[in-house]
């Protein structure tokens, strides 16, 4: 009975696994069964806390962040900015073979720096950018790849819902995570770049440029024109919202709220603001806050049940016990997450997990801001990685009949493969994350 007490927390866990796997709804299931393991250990006297850890969470400052950066992101996808910009970009890069790849990806990044909404950004690429590549004989697998791929660079690139639930669980300040980031998500955008450079010069016929008689009927003025027309409004938001936080004129949540207004005023000046507009954004900004915030809420009954069972002294010794340093222990920290994201959401993740392993990491001396965006880049992973990748459900529902769920699946292994890269070269060279913090913040 002993030791079925002392591997309670683990016991507890199990059963969470097993429920969401069954397909049970994710909040109700962390808190539902946090609440039965609470009761049955501790007895009434357990809900005498929990008001209070629910209060202390749902008032937190930087959390405030959360609901104001979806409503930018949902915004701006009803603003018309993304096809405007997907239109111009391609001419851009439109004599490269691949160009027109390069430019999802490209706008993949911009948009990711503007929204953070990967679910909106995959959708609103999918249906603008997959039938014109399809229509210029690309390749089924590199198209999808590509877009679902570009689509999730939201995760990584500020401004970050995840680096705001990353920042307030393992008590780091967002604005560092937020500029920690930075490098980071150039570096992925490099490396798609670079697979499609390199793959449109091996096989040619997967990604062949614009003919060159279609460039023509464009002069280079008007070419200039379109793309200062495309690229200044999200450009200047973007600096309004990111330039506040490095410059320490605003805190993120602060800086969150001008990008709620500055989406509402692009959307505006492209003429397609609307009280109905404003109806499906709030709507759609309620529901998505409603979702993050019940499963923390859910996230926060399960923390504080497994700490009172002691489970992150039990997770600390089981690690401490593996004949392993830091690094090893980092690299089964970091596939633990992986391996989760094939099969649970970025959120529960960060709920569920992090608050479990990130402690350990940083009692053993790692960096916690660089542990941070090493969690938030291999998160990103769990968007692409079947059965439970959210941005293949995404792109498949928009996808025109011909393009398979094979032909996704197939698209996104390169993709993945090269997130795990980006990974690695993070975690060889940490000043990826810390340099450009201590340059602009001093931290």
Not at 239 to 266: D, N, Y
Not at 420 to 430: F, H, N, R, S
Request: glycine share 10%; charged share 10%; aromatic share 10%.
């Amino acid at each position: 009975m002993e030791l079925i007490h002392e591997y309670m927390p683990l016991i507890m866990f199990s059963f969470v696994f097993a429920l969401l796997l069954l397909g049970y709804p994710v909040a109700f299931t962390i808190g539902g069964v946090a609440m039965f393991f609470g009761y049955f250990n501790f007895g009434p006297e357990f809900f005498g806390l929990l008001p209070l850890r629910i209060w202390g969470t749902m008032t937190n400052f930087t959390l405030m962040a959360v609901p104001l950066f979806i409503y930018m992101g949902v915004m701006l996808e009803k603003s018309g900015l993304a096809e405007e910009l997907l239109e111009t970009m391609s001419l851009v890069f439109a004599k490269i073979k691949g160009g027109l790849a390069i430019s999802v990806v490209f706008v993949g990044a911009l948009m990711g720096a503007s929204t953070g909404i990967v679910g909106a950004t995959v959708v609103t690429m999918g249906l603008l950018s997959v039938p014109t590549m399809l229509k210029r004989n690309y390749n089924k697998s590199l198209t999808t790849g590509t877009v679902a791929a570009s689509g999730t660079l939201g995760q990584i690139i500020p401004p970050s819902i995840v680096l705001v639930l990353l920042g307030d669980i393992m008590n780091i300040s967002v604005g560092d995570l937020f500029v920690g980031a930075v490098i980071p998500g150039l570096i992925l955008v490099g490396l798609y770049m670079l697979y499609i450079l390199i793959i449109a010069q091996v096989k040619p016929q997967w990604a062949p440029p614009i003919p060159k008689e279609e460039l023509d009927l464009i002069s280079r003025k008007e070419l200039i024109a379109r793309v200062s027309k495309a690229l200044v409004p999200p450009l200047t938001l973007m600096i309004c919202v990111l330039g506040s936080i490095f410059a320490g004129i605003a805190s993120p949540t602060e800086a969150a709220s001008v990008g709620a207004v500055g989406a509402t005023i692009l959307t505006v000046i492209h003429g397609k603001f609307s009280l109905k507009i404003v109806q499906e954004v709030m709507k759609t900004t309620t529901n998505l806050t409603c979702m993050v915030f019940i499963i923390l809420v859910g996230a926060t009954t399960l923390g504080l049940v497994f700490r009172g069972l002691d489970g992150d002294t039990l997770v600390r010794n089981l690690i401490h016990a593996l004949p392993f340093g830091k690094w090893g222990i980092l690299f089964i920290v970091m596939m633990i997450i992986f391996i989760a994201g094939f099969f649970l959401d970025f959120i529960e993740i960060t709920f569920i997990h992090v608050p479990v392993l990130a402690p350990i990491m940083v009692a053993m001396g790692v960096d916690p801001l660089w542990l941070a965006v090493l969690i938030a880049v291999n998160l990103q992973t769990s968007f692409l990685t079947p059965p439970f990748g959210f941005s293949l459900f995404y792109l498949k529902g928009v996808c025109p009949p011909r393009v398979q769920t094979m032909d996704i699946y197939k698209g996104i292994v390169p993709f993945v493969i090269i997130q795990l890269l980006g990974l690695l070269a993070i975690c060889i060279w940490p000043e990826a994350v810390t340099w450009l913090p201590k340059v602009l913040l001093g931290s």
